[in-house]
């Protein structure tokens, strides 16, 4: 009868395979009850203090003259609330309707509206792009984009 003296490779790494289970699980866990989600642990050790979400933005089409209302949600991932000082826009046809400045808490979300006047300028399709200012300094600044259809009857 063949014996086998060797320790088959189950029994020689399971101790190792079963400590870094453990760690990955704990990390996991960690993340969840810090950040409600992995993911956005995943970002804050990538360097992001702060996730913008809903964002490029569609409005309804609609006719010259009419507006569109949206919104988007800045989510503070940080330990430090976040300040979102100002904005600006890339013509007057896009704008946020917040008094600014405004401060996310620490952890916290925060829903930021703007309005997007439809008007014709030779094209149906309008696009524009907002810049917000933040006090963050690995991230000073951020970009909302927000298009819609202008169709007139």
């Not at 990390?27 to 810090?34: N, P, T």
């Not at 360097?47 to 507006?67: K, L, N, W």
Request: net charge neutral; hydrophobic share 40%.
């Amino acid at each position: 009868m063949l014996t086998n003296t060797q320790p088959s490779a189950l029994r020689r790494y399971a101790p190792g395979l079963t400590g870094g289970l453990v760690v990955v699980g704990a990390c996991l866990i960690w993340a969840v009850l810090s950040f409600g989600d992995p993911r956005y642990a995943w970002l804050y050790a990538g360097g992001a203090r702060y996730v913008v979400e809903g964002a490029p933005i569609e409005v309804s089409p609609g006719a010259s003259g009419e507006h569109r209302d949206a919104a988007f949600l800045v989510r503070n991932l940080s330990i430090r609330p976040i300040v979102i000082l100002g904005v600006d826009s890339s013509c007057g046809c896009a704008e946020s309707t917040e008094k600014l400045p405004i401060a996310i808490p620490a952890g916290g979300v925060r829903e930021l509206r703007l309005t997007l006047h439809l008007e014709k300028s030779g094209s149906e399709s309008i696009r524009q792009v907002l810049t917000y200012h933040t006090d963050e300094p690995t991230a000073p600044k951020f970009m909302v984009t927000v298009f819609g259809r202008v169709v007139d009857p």
